[in-house]
């Protein structure tokens, strides 16, 4: 059962007057000890590709609602800053198919807004992958209306634990690059059919102990309630998708990483970053390995920050960030958010966003970066 930790829809809400500004409240998984699951991208080049793992931790994930069709089917998806394609289960996904019976499935036949495209699918995610056809309906999310989206449905999702995550399919926030050829992906339809007046979007994500889990997705601009200080902008490294440019890393005086590529997402839990920067960063932190997992103390206060350099500005992960409680048996371990991926960049997932508010501008192709305010609604 999913939990919603609060109910705000209200644009009147906002701290700005803006009528083309939409707001999706995020809720995040429950407390779950023992396993949950948690997302790394499997980057490979020019496909999309995303792998589950068994973790511990809380509030790993962060769903939104939307509805498709006419009247309204409702599903709860991850908006995913790291892909482009949106996608549900299918009611046609055979009853064979566990993963696809246990999640809310779309029935075209109900709605009077679809209209078939003909194309089949494939999206591959690590080992495992989504297959089905595209159909077009009219996407609702937030009190707006998004007609005409294209939009996989899945009739066969070899997913890992797919078939015990809470949500059931996946808005994609990513740009038109990476989207299937001849589709308009979520967020160029939503700009070009003007339902928001600036393409933008911000992400507030809270994840510390103290706050309520959950968080915000604002379309059409940002809430300046949510960060410290003023926004720091910084281009689009690459132009095909949400990503900057880190300058460099050290933790103290010691660089742990030079001058990469790192991608913005919310469809990872965690901070990934190279093999060798990692490597760095377990030698300075002193890292032990205890059960696969590593270990370090859970006195937060003897840990240094990792400060990342991003157009200028360090923006440091404290040890709050970057550690993870977790209990096995009776013990309490803190073990690090960061793996490391076997690839030339970075990955600043969840743990990152939790921190920073982020403000994607796809006119101006940058990305604005604050501290995220804590303790927020
Ligand atoms: C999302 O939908 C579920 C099921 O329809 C509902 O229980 C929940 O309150 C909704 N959450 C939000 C934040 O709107
Ligand atoms: C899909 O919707 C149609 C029309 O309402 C209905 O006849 C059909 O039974 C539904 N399919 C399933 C599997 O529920
Ligand atoms: C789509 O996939 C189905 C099997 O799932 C197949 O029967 C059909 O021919 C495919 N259509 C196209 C256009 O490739
Ligand atoms: C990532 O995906 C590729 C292609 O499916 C696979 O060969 C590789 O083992 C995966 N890497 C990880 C770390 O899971």
Known sequence: MLRAWFILIAVSCLSFANKNVLKVPLYAAEKVYGSDLFFARNLTKGSETLNLKLQTHTNLAYYGNISMGTPRQHFCVIFDTGSSNTWLPSINCPKSNLACQSHKRYNSSRSTSYTPDGRNFTLRYGSGRVVGYLSKDTLHFAGADLPGLIFGESLFVQHFAFTSVRFDGLVGLGLGVLAWSNTTPFLELLCTKKVI????????????????????????????????????????????????????????????????????????????????????????????????????????????????????????????????????????LCVLAIAPINRGFWVLGDVFLGRYYTVYDATAKRIGLAKAVKGGK
């Not at 095909?240 to 990483?257: D, P, Q």
């Not at 997402?265 to 890292?287: C, F, H, I, R, W």
């Not at 550690?323 to 013990?331: F, Q």
Request: hydrophobic letters at 35%.
């Open 197 to 332: 007046e600036k393409c933008v979007f911000s992400v507030y994500l809270r994840r510390h102990p103290r706050d309520t889990p959950g968080g915000e997705i604002l379309f059409g601009g940002f809430d300046r309630t949510k960060f410290e200080g003023k926004l720091h902008y910084v281009p689009l490294s690459l132009g095909n998708s949400w990503n900057l440019e880190i300058t460099k890393t050290a933790v103290g005086t010691k660089e742990i990483g030079g001058k990469s590529n790192a991608i913005l997402d919310t469809g990872t839990s965690l901070v990934l970053m190279p093999q060798e920067s990692y490597d760095n960063l377990l030698k300075v932190l002193s890292a032990k390995v205890e059960n696969g997992y590593k270990v370090l103390t859970c006195e937060t206060k003897s840990l240094p920050n990792i400060n990342i350099l991003i157009g200028g500005k360090v923006f440091p992960l404290t040890p709050d960030d970057y550690l993870m409680e977790l209990t096995l048996g009776r013990k309490k």
